[in-house]
């Protein structure tokens, strides 16, 4: 299932993205934190959240860290795999792209333990921010980010790589975004280190509406292998 229009609540917004301004592909990626996955399914108390999600924005922070002078950026290449051992999330990464109306795809919701890293983005370990995206649930329960809210400041994320790499950043903030106030610019800005964010849907959610948020996990790269 792509990602569905109806998700936006500022149409305007999706205007400026389809328009490619001067962020390229990287605008196009936003789309993935404004509406990833709607298929979910009425339990309580539902998935954890970084914080109560009553405000437009809640969660962790920490400042981020800073690399060891001798940490290079890697080169590129795709992701094939994520690993977030706190919450024992060990999953293949598939490469999203657009749909055919020019909105970008997420995972198939079919298979609960599946991400998708946005192949015309950033590659996981190059200077810039790179974007992980999975389901917070589907129609059968819990997905492969289910938990991510839970995760905390100083854990760690892992990227494997088809090149054999493995970059591996430390989360420094984890935070819920009301999808009617997503803050693109900070969420995938560049910071001049090679960053990380991964990215589920989250906050309150109905089943007329979805989810009203998305979580957002953000990490900066301190080792390599």
């Known amino acids: 299932m792509?990602?569905?229009?109806?998700?936006?609540?500022?149409?305007?917004?999706?205007?400026?993205i389809r328009g490619r301004r001067p962020w390229g592909a990287l605008a196009l990626v936003m789309l993935s934190g404004l509406a990833i996955m709607r298929n979910g399914v009425d339990v309580a108390p539902g998935p954890p959240q970084p914080a109560a999600a009553t405000s437009p924005q809640a969660g962790q922070t920490m400042a981020a860290p800073t690399p060891s002078a001798g940490l290079r950026p890697l080169a590129y290449a795709p992701a094939s795999?994520?690993?977030?051992?706190?919450l024992k999330v060990d999953a293949p990464v598939i490469d999203v792209g657009l749909d055919q109306e020019g909105w970008i795809s997420a995972p198939p919701p079919q298979d609960r333990n599946l991400a998708g890293w946005y192949q015309n983005g950033i590659s996981p370990g190059q200077p810039g921010t790179a974007v992980i995206v999975g389901h917070v649930d589907n129609e059968s329960g819990p997905a492969v980010f289910y938990s991510l809210g839970a995760l905390e400041p100083?854990?760690?994320?892992?990227?494997?790589?088809?090149?054999?790499r493995v970059a591996v950043f430390q989360v420094y903030g984890v935070e819920v975004f009301s999808k009617g106030d997503f803050p693109g610019v900070r969420v995938y800005g560049?910071?001049?280190h090679p960053e990380l964010r991964v990215i589920t849907c989250g906050g309150g959610y109905s089943r007329a509406g979805g989810y009203d948020g998305n979580v957002v996990v953000f990490?900066?790269?301190v080792a390599t292998r």
Do not use: K, Q
Not at 154 to 164: L, S
């Open 190 to 192: 560049d910071t001049g």
């Open 219 to 221: 990490a900066r790269m």
């Open 2 to 16: 792509g990602l569905e229009r109806r998700g936006i609540g500022d149409r305007s917004a999706w205007d400026v």
């Open 154 to 164: 100083g854990r760690r994320v892992e990227v494997t790589r088809y090149d054999g």
């Open 81 to 86: 795999r994520v690993r977030i051992p706190a």
